[in-house]
């Protein structure tokens, strides 16, 4: 009795299971790993880069094909997009959206609207800017069978190794749009052409600041803005190179970094105090000094001052016209003083470029690398007791 209860259960149960009723055969799928968006006339023009699989399982050196679409909308031009290649696109697996500069200085929303409407898309693709998206899309990758995931790789890799480039992704960007201060940036993008030899290759070029999704000023990252990562409490690890003499520099690999804003009034005077907490290692000295405590202490005091002068590099470029606070100075002050944002909201614009901002670092050298010295001459000098590595024992007088 038991066994035919169990088994009219699950007969019943099988009634009820959906099966692959909603499945689509990989030979009749299309999957985009890019596109770029660019302006045609009053219409868009989007070009898609479409994965290959069996290039891919061959790793060949391009492993994607590149089709254009034109249309009003996003949306209709990966329609139109079906009537060239015969099969269904997908989304889920785009890694890259490469926006042309024109677009981004009318309005970015409009072209990403769909992006964040539609269940399918990959909110963590990568978002660039760039005066030939879909010149950038084309360009071969030397290490990926796929420029979209060489960009997007390569990106990955920065954000975790290299501190001075800030890198955004279509969620990262849409929520900093969002918040109180409607500010936010884009990673650009530029084509470099090599003489000798002649080759051409793709570089993170600078960034775009974008308020009300309108791109209002540009910056490279040359002469860029590193400290956002700073300001914004997002630093993970990269090097510092701070001058130490003529054509002489210390390099310090950044361990450890963290950032905290507390707003503050002063005589019913608004006030920012930003706190910065640093930690890292030599990890290079190009200098015949020797390393003592009295060097190290210096080098020590470099690291921070370093630090300080990005991030007031930063905020400087910030607050030109217009005024564009991407790095939640406005957003600190509403979460402590909510009651007073609502009042000053509006007029946050011309108090961001002249409210007075303290900015106190706090660096520390933890280690000095396998060495204890240098490979020049020594002179007598102690060396700090922090930075000695426990397995090498200290010499008498040292």
């Known amino acids: 009795m ?19 009723w909603s499945s689509q055969e990989l030979n009749d799928s299309a999957f985009l790993s890019g596109m770029a968006i660019e302006k045609a006339d009053d219409q868009i023009k989007v070009t898609f880069q479409i994965l290959q699989p069996t290039k891919m399982k061959k790793n060949a050196d391009n492993a994607g094909v590149l089709i254009s679409s034109t249309a009003p909308t996003l949306h209709l031009a990966l329609r139109r997009l079906i009537k060239g290649i ?16 024109e677009v981004a200085k009318e309005d970015i929303f409009s072209v990403l609207d769909l992006l964040y409407r539609d269940q399918q898309f990959r909110l963590k693709s990568y978002l660039f800017i760039a005066d030939k998206p879909a010149e950038i899309l084309g360009m071969q990758s030397p290490l990926d069978s796929l ?70 000023k540009e910056s490279p990252f040359t002469k860029g803005p590193p400290g956002i990562l700073w300001f914004k409490n997002e630093i993970k690890t990269g090097s510092v190179a ?25 005589d019913d005077k608004l006030v920012i105090d930003v706190y910065v907490k640093a930690k890292g290692d030599l990890t290079e000295l190009q200098t015949s000094k020797d390393l003592n405590n009295i060097t190290f202490k210096e080098y020590e005091k470099k690291f ?31 979460r402590h003083y909510p009651k007073y944002w609502h009042k000053i909201r509006k007029d946050w614009g011309k108090m961001f470029k002249t409210v007075e901002v303290n900015i106190h670092v706090d660096a520390t050298l933890v280690n000095i690398g396998l060495i204890r010295n240098n490979f020049r001459p020594k002179t007598k000098g102690k060396l700090p007791d922090n930075s000695i590595i426990p397995w090498i024992e200290k010499k008498e007088g040292e």
Do not use: W
Request: charged share 25%.
């Open 2 to 20: 038991k066994k035919m209860i169990l088994l009219i259960n699950s007969v019943t149960l099988l009634l009820f299971s959906s099966g692959c």
């Open 86 to 101: 015969k099969r269904r696109v997908y989304l889920s697996q785009t890694r890259v959206v490469i926006v042309s500069e």
């Open 147 to 216: 420029s979209a995931y060489g960009l997007s790789s390569g990106t990955e890799a920065v954000r975790d190794y290299l501190s001075e480039i800030a890198t955004v992704t279509v969620k990262e960007f849409m929520d900093d749009s969002m918040r109180p201060t409607k500010s936010s940036y884009v990673t650009m993008l530029k084509i470099h052409h090599e003489k000798k030899p002649a080759t051409s290759h793709i570089d993170l070029d600078g960034i775009a600041i974008l308020k009300n999704g309108k791109l209002v």
């Open 242 to 266: 701070i001058p130490i003499g003529k054509h002489q520099y210390a390099d310090i690999e950044l361990l450890h970094g963290s950032t905290k804003m507390k707003p503050r009034f002063v």
């Open 304 to 334: 921070g001052e370093e630090i300080k002068k990005k991030l007031e590099e930063t905020l400087t470029l910030l607050r030109k016209d217009p005024a564009t606070d991407t790095i939640y100075m406005g957003l600190e002050v509403y």
